[in-house]
């Protein structure tokens, strides 16, 4: 049984998401993270910045509903386009380098907003590529295969995910803890090194999201593949080795992805000074 598309579920999506939205604004979602997020502690404007917070004070209410309509546009042109896609393997291709382009993006610019966002592809291409190769090459999934573009989704996005947590746990703990790396640096640490110490911890809790759903596949939730298998007519034998591949791919990226994050961080090829500060610095 597949989910009816109608006016019915058009109105359960809305008040679904309008719930999500007003719950982020009345408890205020986010309220603060501009100033973190920009280096420099924000000092004076506290008082004055907070009167442009949109939406009831949250910032993420705004963006609660943004990402919401964004979705619902952007799957909708998927699912116009997808059948043209997958007749010809040069646009399957490119699909998919369009879906890394959009992770690449989305990443760097959660990490920081100057030009060293562009060092997010590499986390991302790290992870996904020899997961994709593997895949392509052992004749497990074709090059003009539609299973293509659904497996490299699942697997960008969670590269995507990983390198996100990873570099701003990191950066917000060097911020924090910036002290703590100057006193390393007084010991004989080198700058990498001090900066590794204090960022390794809190970048690897980015691993923690799917080292949970792993760990409660099948006693907690069933994910989307699974579920996706089955109402697509796959055996529940056929549906559990798809999403154990899956999980166990996804744990594999995002160990990457989160490792290569930490180590750009740590050299200082990601941070978030101004824009005309030079990379690396």
Partial sequence: MVLPVNVTLAAVLT????????????????????????????GGKRGGGKSRIPLGGSPHARAIA??????????????????????????LLAFVALMFAVAT??????????????????????????VVATLLLTGLVGVDDIALIPVSGILIGGALTGTVLAGRRALDELTSRHGEVEAALALGFLEHEARLEIARPAASDALIPGLDQTRTVGLVTLPGAYVGMLLGGASPVEAGAVQLFVLVALMAVQAVAVAV????????????LHSGTSEGE
């Avoid at 610019?109 to 060293?116: E, P, Q, S």
Wanted: aromatic share 4%; proline share 3%.
């Fill in 15 to 42: 008040a679904l998401l309008a719930a999500a939205v007003t719950v982020a604004a009345v408890a205020r979602l986010g309220e603060g993270q501009e100033h973190r997020r920009s280096g420099n502690g924000g």
């Fill in 66 to 91: 943004t990402a919401g309509l964004r979705a619902a546009a952007q799957l909708a042109a998927v699912s116009l386009v997808i059948g043209y896609v997958v007749r010809a393997v040069p646009l």
């Fill in 105 to 130: 993006w989305t990443a760097g610019r959660r990490i920081t907003h100057n030009r060293t966002w562009r060092w997010a592809a590499a986390p991302i291409a790290t992870g996904v590529t020899p």
């Fill in 261 to 272: 994050t930490l180590e750009l961080v740590a050299r200082g090829r990601v941070h978030r």
